[in-house]
C-alpha cells in the first residue's frame, strides 16, 4: 500500500527528470575546473609531489622558464593540489569543466609557465617570489635590493647577515671559512 | 466483397497490421509513459516505440555461431504472421471478415503461436539464458493459460457457441464479470508485466528468450509483442464490454475500455516485485484456478 | 543433469564484475563457485610506492561506495602511528562523514535489491532518497563519490552551517520509513522474494566469518563502532541493529534499521559539532617508523587495516581487508538449495563489492 | 476359405511357415517373410473395405454351432475392417522397419517373428469375432503374446518383470471380460454381439465390467502403470503394441459395445468414462513430461493418447465416434513412427535416454524429419492427421456442449506439445553430448526408414486429405456401430457442414504469410553467420552444457509439485507387496498340504466352481 500510495503521489506531482537546462546547484565547495596563477607559483613542486594520479608536472626551459603542466584527463580532483600549495597559486573553481574535444588537446591539458628573472645580483635566472610573499618577507622595506635575487643569492644575503650578525667588525671572516 | 479479400484487407488493414502497429505502439508508449510518471520520472515521447522498431529495423541482423539460420529467423515472422491473423477475427467494429463458427478456437489456437515463438526461439538460440527464459515461459504459459482459457470457455459456454459475434450478443450478467476478472488475471503474465514477468526477468536472465536476437528480426517480435497487447485489450473489450447498436461508439468505447485495462496491469506492475515461477505457478492454479472454476459454477447454475 | 548458469561478470544483476557460476538442477541451485579478481588493481603495492599524501587519495579509490571508509581508516592508521591526536571537530565531522557514506551505500544497495527483485519503482524511490544524501555529500565535501575530506591529522574541510543539512535529513527519514521500509517489509511480492530466501544461519556466519550487516542479520551482534568505539561513536552513542533470522529479509531491515540509526547519528553530531581546529598537524605529514592496525565498521562491514612505517616518505606496507572479500565467499552456503531465480537478488543481499574486494 | 477369413489364415500360415523354415533362415530372412506375410493379410484386408463400404457385414462361421446356440464365427464390417487395416497396416510397417533392427539378434529371431504373426492375428480375430466369447479367445491371445514379447529378452530381470506387470494388471481386469460375458450368457443364453437377445442381458454393469477390462488394456488411469513397464521389450514389439495391436484392443472393445442395443450402456457409463478419459489426458501427460528415457516418454503419451481415443467415443455421438476412430487410427500412424524413430535412435547411438543424446539430426537426417512429422501430428499442428483427429474430437465435445472436454484436451495437447518440442530439441538439435562424442552415428538403415517414413507419409497424406479415410474406413466402422454419419468433410479435416472455414482461411494465411517472409529474408541481403559466439555473461562455457529435456521436467516439476502426487503406482507396489507376502504365508503353511494331496486342492476349486455356477 506504501508503494500505491507513493506512486499515486508521484502522479500529481510534477516529475523529478530533470531537463538539461535545469542544471543542480553546484555548492561553493565544488571542486570543478582547475586554475594555475603562474604569479603566484614557485614551482617549489608540492603540488605534484601531492598528486595521486600524477597529473601535475614541470617541465624546464632553462634559463628562460619554468612550465608547470595540468592533464585533466589524469586528475582525480581530490584538491590535495590546492589544499597543499603555499602560494595558492592553485585553485579548484567551482564551475564544472565543460567536455572538450580531445582532438587538438585543447582544454584537456594546462599549461602554465613561470618566467624566470634574471637575479639582481648575480644575473642567474630564476623563479622569483610572488609579490604578496615578499611583500610578507621584507614588509619592513629592510633589504628592498634583496626582492630581486636568486635563491643563491639569498642564501648568500642571509649568511651575510648572520656573519655581520655573529661578529660585527667581520675579523673572523678570513679565518671562519669553510667548505659548502 | 468476398471471403478471400475480406480476410486480406482484415490482416493487413482493418483491425490487422496498419492499424494494430501504430496502436500497439501507442498503447506501448502509454504504458511507459504511465509507469514513467507514476515513477516520478517524464517517461518517453509518445513516437518512442516506433523509433525503437525503426532504429531495430536499420541495425545488421547477427546470428550467432551454430544457430539455425532458418528457424532463427521464420520465428520472428511466424510470431507477427499469428498475432495479425488473430487480431483479423476480432470482430471490432468495421471487421471485413465473416463472422464464422469456431473462430474462438481459432483465435485460442493463434494466440498461444506467440509464445511458442518466442520458446522456439530461447531454444534455437542456444544461449543459456535464452534457454531457461523459454523454459519459464512454457512452464508460466500453463499456468497463465488456465484462468485465459476458462474466461473465454465460460463466456463460450453460455453463448452455447465457440463463435466471437456470439459471445458479444450474451446478454450482459454475472458471468460477464466472473469471466471478465479471470482474464484479467491471466492478463499480466500474458503481457509480461510484474509480478509475472518471470520470462524477461532481465536481473536473473540477462533478457527473456530473445536475447540473442537482434535488428530487424528483434524489430519483428517487438511488433508481435505490440500487436499482442492490441489483441489481448481489444480482445477483453470485444467480449466483456456491452456493446451498443451504434458502431462507432463501440470502437470508441472499446478503445478507451482497451486503455483502461492497460492502466490498471501497469499500475498493478508498478507496485509489484517479480514473483519466483513457482509462486507465479501457485497463484495462478490456486487463485486463477478458484477464479475459473467460480466462473464455470456460474456459467452452469445460470 | 545439472547445468552450468554463469551469473557475471557481465550481468545486469552486476554492478561491477565478478562471477557467481552456479550448477542448477531444473530451477534449484545445487553448486556454488564464486570467482573475484576480474578488476584487480594492485592497490596495496602501489600504495608502497606513493608518499604518505598521495596514498589517501588512492587507498580512497579502493573503493567507489565507501571511499571515505578507506581514506579514514588509512588516516587512523597513520595517525596511530604518528601519535596524532585527532580535535574533536575532526573526530565528528569524519563520523558525519562516515555514517553519511552508511546511508548512500545502504540505499544504494536498498535500489539495487530492489531492482533485483524487479521492483523498479521502489528502486526509483530509493534512488531519489539516494540523491538527497548525495546532494548532502558534495554539498559538504564538494564531490559526490571521493569525498577528499581525510589528511592525517584531521579533515580537510568544514561543515561550516551543520543546520543546513537537516532539511535532507528529515526528507530522508520521511522516505525511509513511510516508503522504503513499509515497501521491504511489507508489500507481498517483496516479501515474497525475500522472507525465507538465502538463509545463513548463525553457526554458518560464524563458520564463514561473515561481518557487518550480513552477519548481524544472521544473529551476530557484531559492529567496530559498538565494540571498539572510535571517533565519536562513544559520545553520540551507538545502537546496533541485530536480527536472528538470517535470510535476506532479515538483511534488509538489518540494512533499513541502520539507517535510520545512522540518521539519528549524523543528526546528534551535526548538532553537537564541536568548535576547534579541523587539523592538528599543518602542512606534508611526517610519520615515524611504526605499525599500527585499525579496524572500522564501512557500510558492507569490519574494514581492517594495517599500516607499517619505515619513517620514509612512502608507507612500508598497507594490508586491506575489505568487508566484501569475507562476505562474498558466504554466497556459497546461501544460495545452495535456492531457485535459480533468487541468485541475483541472494548475491546482492551481502551487498558484494567487488572494487573492495579486487583492490 | 473365404476372403474373410483370410487375413487371419495368412498370419497363422506365416506363423506355420516361421517355425517350419526356422532352421534354414537367416534372421533377415524371417524378417522378410514375417513382413511379406503381413502385408498380403493387409492387402487381403483392403478386399474386405468395399463391403464395408456398402454396408454389408460378411459372415465366416468357423465353427457353428459347436454347443448348442454358442458358434465360433467371423463377423467382419465396418468397425472390424478399420482395426484388421489399422492392425496389419501398422503391422506391416513395423515388420519392415524390424528386419533390420532384429537382424543382430542372436537368438530368438523365430520367436520373435512367430509371435508377432499370432499378436496381429489375435488383434484380426478379436475384431472380426460375431461374438464375445471368440473376442475373449482373442483378447487373451493378444494379452499372451505381449506377455512373452515384453519379455523377449527374458535374461533381464527388468523385461521379465516388466512381462509380469503387463500380464497381471491387464489379465486380472481381464476377468471383468469373462465375468461380463458369463453373466450375458447366463441371462441371454448367446453371445453373438449383434443378437437382439443381448441388449436386455448387457446392463450396465456388464459395460462397467467390459470397460474395466478395456481400461487396463487401453492404459487408462489408473490402470496405466504398467505401460512405462513393458518399455524393456525390443523397439517394434513396444511400437506394435502401442499403436496398433495391444492398447487398441480396449478402445475396441469400448466401440464395439456400441453394436449391442444401440449403445445402451452408454447412458450409464458414458460419463464416467469420459472422467476417466480425461483424468488419463492430464496424467499422461504430466507424467510423460517428466521423462527422460525416450521410450517411456512415448509410453506416457500413449496413456494421454489413448485417452483423447476413450474421450471421443465415450462422447457417443456419430461424431465423437468418428473422431475417437479417426484419432485410433492416427495414433497407430503417429505413435508407431515416434517408437520406429526411438528404436532408430537407440539402434545407433546405443542409448534412449534424452540426456545423453543431441544433435542427431545431423548425423541421422531422414529420422529427424520422419520424427518431427510424427512430433507435429502427435501435438496436433495443423496438415496432419493429429490436427484432424484433435479437430474432430474438439468439434464433436461442442456439439455435445462438453467444453471442459475441450479445455482438457486443449491443455493436453498444450503439454504434448511442449514436451515434444522437449524431446524433439534434446535428441535431435544443439550440442551432441558428451556421451555421444566419439561415436559414429550411422543413419537408420533404408528399410527401416521405409518402414516409418511410410507411416509418416501417411500422417501428412490423412492430415491433408481427411476423408481419403474417413471415407473408406472411418464412416463404415461408425455406420456399423449403428450411427449414421454423412462425411461431410473437405481438405485439412474442416467439416463442411459446420462451416469451420475460419479455420482454414487462418490456417493457409499463417502459412502463406510465413513462407512470404521467408523469401523476403531470402532475397534480402544474407545476414553474416556466425560472426558472434552466444552471449554466456563473458566467459565461454563448456561445450554442450544447456538445460536440456531433464531440466526442463525438473523446472515443470518444482512449479506443478502438487500435481505430481497423483502417482498411483505407490498403491499398486503395497497390494503387490501384500499378495507376495499373502502367498509366502500360504506355501508355508499350506504347501505340504497341496503337495501331498493335489487331488484336494482340484477337488475344492471344482466345488466352489459348481457353487458359483448353481449360484447365478
Known amino acids: 500500500m506504501a508503494m500505491l500510495k507513493t506512486i499515486l503521489g508521484n502522479l500529481l506531482r510534477p516529475s523529478r527528470t530533470r531537463a538539461p537546462a535545469d542544471m543542480p546547484v553546484v555548492p561553493p565547495t565544488y571542486r570543478g575546473a582547475l586554475t594555475h596563477d603562474a604569479g603566484r607559483c614557485t614551482a617549489c613542486g608540492t603540488c605534484a609531489f601531492v598528486c595521486a594520479p600524477k597529473a601535475i608536472h614541470f617541465t624546464q626551459d632553462p634559463g628562460i622558464s619554468v612550465s608547470w603542466h595540468f592533464f585533466i584527463g589524469q586528475c582525480s580532483f581530490c584538491g590535495l593540489c590546492e589544499q597543499n600549495c603555499p602560494t595558492r597559486a592553485i585553485h579548484l573553481r567551482a564551475d564544472v569543466p565543460g567536455s572538450t574535444n580531445s582532438a587538438g588537446g585543447d582544454g584537456l591539458r594546462l599549461e602554465s609557465v613561470i618566467h624566470l628573472q634574471p637575479c639582481t645580483r648575480c644575473g642567474a635566472a630564476h623563479v622569483p617570489l610572488p609579490a604578496a610573499t615578499m611583500d610578507a618577507l621584507w614588509a619592513a622595506g629592510a633589504d628592498e635590493a634583496e626582492r630581486g635575487y636568486c635563491p643563491d643569492c639569498r642564501r648568500w644575503a642571509a649568511s651575510a647577515r648572520l656573519r655581520t650578525a655573529f661578529t660585527p667588525d667581520g675579523a673572523v671572516a678570513e679565518g671562519g671559512r669553510h667548505d659548502r | ?302 | 543433469m545439472p547445468y552450468s548458469f554463469p551469473l557475471g561478470p557481465y550481468h545486469p544483476a552486476l554492478e561491477e564484475p565478478f562471477k557467481v557460476k552456479v550448477q542448477c538442477k531444473g530451477e534449484v541451485i545445487e553448486s556454488a563457485t564464486v570467482e573475484v579478481g576480474f578488476s584487480y588493481r594492485g592497490i596495496e603495492l602501489l600504495a608502497q610506492k606513493r608518499n604518505w599524501v598521495e596514498v589517501i587519495t588512492l587507498i580512497e579509490r579502493v573503493c567507489g561506495i565507501c571511499s571515505n571508509t578507506h581514506a579514514m581508516t588509512f588516516c587512523l592508521a597513520a595517525e596511530t602511528i604518528a601519535g596524532i591526536e585527532l580535535p574533536k571537530r575532526a573526530a565528528h565531522i569524519r563520523t558525519i562523514i562516515a555514517e553519511l557514506e552508511r546511508l548512500h551505500s545502504h540505499l544504494l544497495w536498498a535500489g539495487v535489491g530492489a531492482e533485483d527483485i524487479g521492483f523498479h519503482s521502489l528502486f526509483m524511490e530509493v534512488f531519489t532518497l539516494r540523491e538527497r544524501v548525495m546532494d548532502t555529500l558534495e554539498a559538504i565535501s564538494g564531490n559526490r563519490v571521493n569525498y577528499g575530506m581525510n589528511c592525517i591529522g584531521g579533515v580537510l574541510r568544514d561543515i561550516p552551517d551543520p543546520a543546513a543539512h537537516l532539511p535532507a535529513l528529515d526528507a530522508l527519514a520521511k522516505g525511509l520509513g513511510e516508503v522504503v521500509i513499509p515497501t521491504f517489509t511489507q508489500n507481498p511480492t517483496a516479501l515474497a522474494r525475500t522472507r525465507g530466501v538465502g538463509r545463513l544461519s548463525r553457526e554458518q556466519a560464524v563458520e564463514w566469518a561473515v561481518v557487518g550487516p550480513v552477519a548481524r542479520a544472521s544473529g551476530l551482534d557484531i559492529d567496530v563502532r559498538k565494540d571498539q568505539p572510535y571517533l565519536s561513536y562513544a559520545d553520540l552513542g551507538f545502537e546496533s541493529v541485530v536480527r536472528p533470522e538470517g535470510d535476506v529479509q532479515a538483511r534488509v531491515v538489518v540494512r533499513a534499521l541502520e539507517m535510520m540509526e545512522s540518521v539519528r547519528l549524523i543528526r546528534e553530531a551535526l548538532l553537537s559539532l564541536p568548535p576547534g581546529p579541523l587539523r592538528a598537524t599543518q602542512g606534508l605529514p611526517e610519520i615515524p617508523a611504526g605499525e599500527a592496525t585499525i579496524r572500522t565498521e564501512a557500510p558492507r562491514g569490519e574494514a581492517f587495516y594495517y599500516v607499517a612505517s619505515e619513517g620514509g616518505a612512502s608507507p612500508a606496507r598497507v594490508k586491506i581487508r575489505t568487508p566484501s572479500f569475507v562476505n562474498i565467499p558466504a554466497i556459497e552456503p546461501m544460495v545452495m538449495g535456492q531457485p535459480l531465480a533468487d541468485l541475483s537478488i541472494i548475491q546482492a543481499s551481502v551487498d558484494p563489492c567487488i572494487s573492495c574486494t579486487d583492490r | 476359405m473365404t476372403s474373410t477369413t483370410l487375413p487371419i489364415l495368412l498370419l497363422l500360415g506365416g506363423f506355420v511357415l516361421q517355425l517350419l523354415l526356422a532352421r534354414w533362415l537367416t534372421p533377415v530372412g524371417k524378417g522378410v517373410l514375417a513382413t511379406a506375410v503381413v502385408f498380403a493379410s493387409f492387402l487381403a484386408s483392403l478386399t474386405l473395405v468395399p463391403a464395408s463400404m456398402a454396408g454389408v457385414a460378411a459372415e465366416a462361421p468357423l465353427l457353428a454351432g459347436w454347443d448348442g446356440p454358442l458358434s465360433i464365427g467371423l463377423r467382419v464390417d465396418g468397425l472390424s475392417v478399420l482395426f484388421m487395416v489399422m492392425g496389419t497396416g501398422i503391422g506391416a510397417a513395423i515388420l519392415l522397419f524390424s528386419v533390420r533392427y532384429m537382424e543382430h539378434e542372436e537368438q530368438g529371431t523365430t520367436r520373435f517373428y512367430a509371435i508377432m504373426l499370432v499378436f496381429i492375428a489375435g488383434l484380426l480375430l478379436l475384431a472380426g469375432a460375431a461374438d464375445m466369447l471368440g473376442a475373449y479367445v482373442a483378447w487373451e491371445v493378444i494379452g499372451l503374446c505381449s506377455y512373452s514379447l515384453v519379455g523377449f529378452w527374458y535374461k533381464q530381470k527388468a523385461a521379465t518383470d516388466g512381462a509380469r506387470k503387463v500380464l497381471v494388471i491387464t489379465h486380472l481386469a481381464g476377468y471383468g471380460f469373462l465375468v461380463g460375458l458369463v453373466l450375458v450368457y447366463a441371462r441371454a443364453g448367446t453371445l453373438v454381439w449383434t443378437d437382439p437377445a443381448v441388449a436386455p442381458a448387457f446392463t450396465s454393469g456388464v459395460a462397467a465390467l467390459f470397460i474395466v477390462a478395456a481400461m487396463a488394456k487401453s492404459v487408462m488411469f489408473p490402470l496405466h502403470t504398467w505401460i512405462p513397464e513393458a518399455m524393456n521389450a525390443p523397439t517394434p514389439v513396444s511400437a506394435l503394441l502401442h499403436s496398433a495391436c495391444y492398447v487398441k484392443a480396449g478402445v475396441y472393445l469400448i466401440a464395439r459395445m456400441y453394436v449391442v442395443g444401440g449403445g445402451q450402456w452408454h447412458e450409464a457409463m458414458g460419463t464416467p468414462l469420459l472422467a476417466v478419459g480425461c483424468v488419463t489426458i492430464l496424467v499422461g501427460v504430466i507424467f510423460a513430461m517428466a521423462q527422460t528415457d525416450l521410450k517411456r516418454l512415448l509410453a506416457f503419451h500413449t496413456v494421454s493418447q489413448l485417452g483423447y481415443i476413450v474421450v471421443g467415443l465415450a462422447l457417443g455421438t456419430d461424431l465423437g465416434l468418428a473422431a475417437g476412430l479417426f484419432y485410433c487410427l492416427s495414433h497407430a500412424l503417429f505413435k508407431g513412427t515416434l517408437f520406429m524413430c526411438a528404436g532408430a535412435i537407440q539402434h545407433a547411438t546405443g542409448t534412449r535416454d534424452l540426456r545423453d543424446l543431441g544433435g542427431l539430426a545431423s548425423a541421422m537426417p531422414g529420422t529427424a524429419k520422419v520424427w518431427i512429422i510424427a512430433a507435429a501430428s502427435i501435438a496436433g499442428v495443423p496438415l496432419t492427421n493429429g490436427f484432424v483427429a484433435k479437430w474432430l474430437l474438439f468439434s464433436a465435445a461442442l456439439d455435445k456442449g462438453l467444453l471442459v472436454v475441450v479445455l482438457v484436451g486443449w491443455i493436453g495437447s498444450i503439454l504434448t506439445a511442449f514436451s515434444f518440442l522437449k524431446a524433439t530439441v534434446n535428441a535431435f538439435y544443439g550440442v551432441p553430448s558428451t556421451a555421444l562424442l566419439g561415436k559414429r552415428i550411422h543413419e537408420a538403415s533404408p528399410s527401416m526408414l521405409a518402414g516409418m517414413g511410410s507411416m509418416a507419409g501417411l500422417c501428412l497424406l490423412f492430415g491433408v486429405a481427411p476423408q481419403l479415410l474417413m471415407l473408406p474406413i472411418v464412416a463404415p466402422a461408425v455406420r456399423s456401430l449403428g450411427f449414421d454419419w454423412a462425411v461431410e468433410m473437405s481438405w485439412l479435416g474442416i467439416l463442411t457442414d459446420r462451416g469451420t472455414i475460419a479455420v482454414t482461411v487462418g490456417g493457409g494465411v499463417v502459412l502463406a504469410s510465413a513462407m512470404l517472409g521467408l523469401l523476403v529474408y531470402r532475397l534480402a541481403q544474407a545476414p553474416a553467420p556466425g560472426l558472434v559466439s552466444v552471449y554466456s555473461g563473458g566467459e565461454p562455457l563448456p561445450a554442450g552444457d544447456r538445460p536440456g529435456a531433464v531440466d526442463f521436467a525438473e523446472m515443470a516439476e518444482t512449479a506443478f509439485h502438487p500435481v505430481y502426487s497423483l502417482d498411483p503406482d505407490p498403491g499398486y507396489l503395497r497390494i503387490w507387496r501384500a499378495l507376495t507376502r499373502v502367498a509366502g504365508a500360504a506355501q508355508t503353511t499350506a504347501g505340504a498340504v497341496l503337495e501331498d494331496r493335489p487331488l484336494l486342492p482340484i477337488g475344492l476349486v471344482a466345488i466352489a466352481a459348481l457353487a458359483g455356477v448353481w449360484l447365478v
Open chain 2, 1 to 302: 466483397m468476398n471471403a478471400v479479400w475480406s480476410y486480406l484487407v482484415a490482416i493487413a488493414v482493418w483491425p490487422g497490421l496498419l492499424f494494430a502497429a501504430p496502436l500497439g505502439w501507442l498503447e506501448l508508449w502509454f504504458m511507459r509513459k504511465l509507469v514513467a510518471r507514476l515513477q516520478g520520472r517524464q517517461g518517453p515521447p509518445f513516437f518512442q516505440p516506433f523509433f525503437d522498431v525503426m532504429k531495430l529495423l536499420g541495425k545488421e541482423t547477427v546470428i550467432p555461431r551454430g544457430v539455425s539460420r532458418g528457424i532463427f529467423l521464420a520465428l520472428p515472422l511466424v510470431s507477427v504472421a499469428a498475432v495479425t491473423a488473430a487480431l483479423a477475427i476480432v470482430p471490432l467494429p468495421g471487421n471485413p471478415v465473416p463472422s464464422l463458427p469456431g473462430d474462438v478456437v481459432l483465435l485460442l489456437y493463434l494466440m498461444e503461436v506467440p509464445v511458442l515463438c518466442e520458446v522456439l526461439a530461447g531454444y534455437v538460440s542456444r544461449s543459456i539464458y535464452g534457454q531457461v527464459a523459454a523454459m519459464r515461459e512454457a512452464i508460466l504459459s500453463l499456468a497463465y493459460n488456465l484462468p485465459f482459457l476458462v474466461a473465454i470457455i465460460a463466456m463460450a459456454q453460455v453463448a452455447g457457441s465457440f463463435q466471437m459475434r456470439a459471445l458479444q450478443e450474451v446478454p450482459y450478467g454475472l458471468v460477464h464479470l466472473l469471466a471478465a476478472v479471470t482474464f484479467l488475471l491471466a492478463l499480466p503474465a500474458r503481457m509480461k508485466l510484474n509480478p509475472f514477468s518471470i520470462a524477461n526477468a532481465e536481473h536473473e536472465i540477462i533478457a527473456d528468450s530473445h536475447i540473442e536476437y537482434s535488428g530487424p528480426p528483434l524489430a519483428l517480435f517487438k511488433l508481435s509483442h505490440a500487436i499482442e497487447v492490441v489483441l489481448l485489450t481489444e480482445l477483453f473489450a470485444v467480449v466483456f464490454i456491452p456493446a451498443t447498436p451504434w458502431p462507432l461508439v463501440n470502437l470508441v468505447v472499446y478503445l478507451v475500455a482497451g486503455i483502461l485495462v492497460l492502466g490498471g496491469v501497469t499500475l498493478l506492475a508498478t507496485t509489484t516485485a517479480r514473483l519466483r515461477l513457482t509462486q507465479a505457478f501457485r497463484f495462478y492454479w490456486v487463485w486463477g484456478g478458484l477464479a475459473s472454476a467460480i466462473t464455470m459454477a456460474a456459467t452452469l447454475v445460470r
